[in-house]
C-alpha cells in the first residue's frame, strides 16, 4: 500500500529558493499534461494481484466448486481480522474447512470467491481463493488452524504484508463490510439472497439486485503560492498530527468540484487548479481515497473548527525538521496521505523511528 519506496530522491540538500524553482516546475509541468491523462497515474498504482473472474463468478455453483477443489486456498476473516502466521496471511485449503469449523460450532456467514492469482502476484499463478467470513474468530490450535497462527487487523499487520496479502486482505475487507451493513432490500426491507460468488445481492421480493458499494473521498495535498504546504489536523488543539486534509465526495459532483469545495469548506481556501494523481482503496469501511495535489493563491488557512481544527503550512525545511523533532506526526507510509505528501516534498521524509 505504501508508495513511498518508488518515490524521486531526496530533497534536503536543495535551498529554498531551488524548492521555490521546483514548485514553478511542477505547475508548469502539471500544465502540460494532456486532458485524457487516465493510465499515467502519477504516483504509481499497483497492478490487480487476482483475475475477480467476474463472469465465471456468476455462474450458480462456482463457489462449491471451488470449496471442493483440494487446491483452493481461503482467506479467513473475523470481524475485522484476518489469520496471520510468520507475517503473512494464513490461507489454509478450503476444501473441508467449512466442516471443521462447524464441528467446532462455527458456521460460517459468507463464502466469497475472491479471483485467482495474476502470473505478476506473490502466489502461483491461477491459485483460486475464496473468503470464508466467520461471525467471530476461532482459537489457533483447532480446525487445522496452527496454533502459532494469530488474528490481526489490517493496520496492526499491513506495514510486513507482501503486496499480494496486502491487496487480498483489502479485497476481502471491503466486500465483508459492504455484506455485514447491506443485508436488506433497501427497497422493500426483505432480507436479501447473495449470488455471483458473494458479489450480488438479490432481492426475491422485488428482484431487484444490489451490488458493492464503494464511497469515492477526495484526499488532496494543497500548495501556497510560495511553494509550501498546507496540512491539518483535528481534534484537541494541542495534538501533534498534521495530514492531508480529505473529504466524500458528494452526489452530483465531480471530483474536482469536490476538492474545491472540501478544501473551501474545511480551511477557507479557494483552490485555482488541481490534479489527479492516483488512488488507494480504503475498505474502512468502504472508502476509496482519490489523490490530487492543488494549488491555491491563499496564504492564510482557517480551521472550520469542526472537522479540521489546526492548519499550518510547512515548507519542506520545515515539515522534515518538525517530523524529527517530534513537534508533529505525519501519516503513515501505508496511507495515500503520505505518498501525496512525499510526492510534494520530492522524496522519502524521514521519520523518528527511521533515525
Ligand atoms: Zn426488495
Redesign the pocket.
Known amino acids: 500500500m505504501s508508495y513511498a519506496e518508488s518515490a524521486t530522491p531526496a530533497y534536503q540538500a536543495q535551498s529554498e529558493q531551488a524548492q521555490s524553482d521546483q514548485a514553478q516546475s511542477e505547475q508548469a509541468q502539471a500544465a502540460r499534461l494532456p486532458a485524457n491523462h487516465l493510465f499515467d497515474t502519477v504516483l504509481p498504482v499497483r497492478p490487480a494481484a487476482v483475475d475477480r473472474g467476474s463472469v465465471e463468478r456468476a455462474r450458480p455453483g462456482m463457489v462449491e466448486d471451488l470449496l471442493a477443489n483440494k487446491e483452493t486456498l481461503a482467506l479467513v476473516l473475523a470481524g475485522r481480522q484476518a489469520l496471520i502466521q510468520s507475517n503473512q496471511l494464513f490461507m489454509p485449503a478450503a476444501h473441508g474447512l467449512l466442516e471443521r469449523l462447524r464441528e467446532l460450532g462455527t458456521a460460517a456467514d459468507h463464502v466469497i470467491y475472491l479471483g485467482a492469482a495474476v502470473p505478476e502476484s506473490d502466489l502461483p499463478a491461477g491459485t483460486e481463493i475464496v473468503l470464508i467470513i466467520l461471525p467471530g474468530t476461532v482459537e489457533p490450535g483447532a480446525a487445522g488452524i496452527p496454533s502459532d497462527a494469530e488474528w490481526a487487523g489490517f493496520r496492526d499487520i499491513a506495514a510486513v504484508l507482501n503486496p499480494t496479502d496486502t491487496a487480498l486482505f483489502v479485497e476481502a475487507s471491503a466486500i465483508a463490510n459492504w455484506h455485514a451493513t447491506h443485508t436488506h432490500?433497501p427497497?422493500?426491507g426483505?432480507p436479501t439472497v447473495v449470488e455471483s460468488g458473494g458479489w450480488v445481492r438479490r432481492?426475491p421480493?422485488?428482484n431487484?439486485e444490489h451490488y458493492p458499494r464503494t464511497d469515492p473521498a477526495i484526499i488532496v495535498t494543497v500548495m501556497g503560492p510560495d511553494g509550501r504546504l498546507l496540512l491539518g489536523g483535528g481534534g484537541p488543539l494541542d495534538a501533534k498530527n498534521y495530514s492531508t486534509l480529505a473529504g466524500f465526495v458528494e452526489p452530483g459532483e465531480s471530483l474536482e468540484q469536490a476538492v474545491i469545495r472540501e478544501i473551501h469548506e474545511e480551511v477557507g481556501v479557494k483552490i485555482t487548479r488541481c490534479q489527479y494523481l492516483g488512488s488507494q482503496s480504503w475498505p474502512f469501511p468502504a472508502s476509496l481515497m482519490l489523490g490530487f495535489s492543488a494549488i491555491t493563491e491563499d496564504t492564510v488557512a482557517t480551521p472550520d473548527g469542526v472537522e479540521v481544527t489546526r492548519a499550518r503550512w510547512f515548507s519542506r525545511a520545515e515539515l522534515q525538521a518538525a517530523v524529527l523533532a517530534g513537534e508533529i506526526t505525519i501519516s503513515s507510509r501505508l496511507s495515500i496521505a503520505r505518498s501525496l505528501i512525499e510526492h510534494w516534498y520530492g522524496g522519502r521524509i524521514m521519520d523518528r523511528a527511521d533515525t
Open positions: 432490500c427497497r422493500c426483505v432481492c421480493e422485488d431487484s
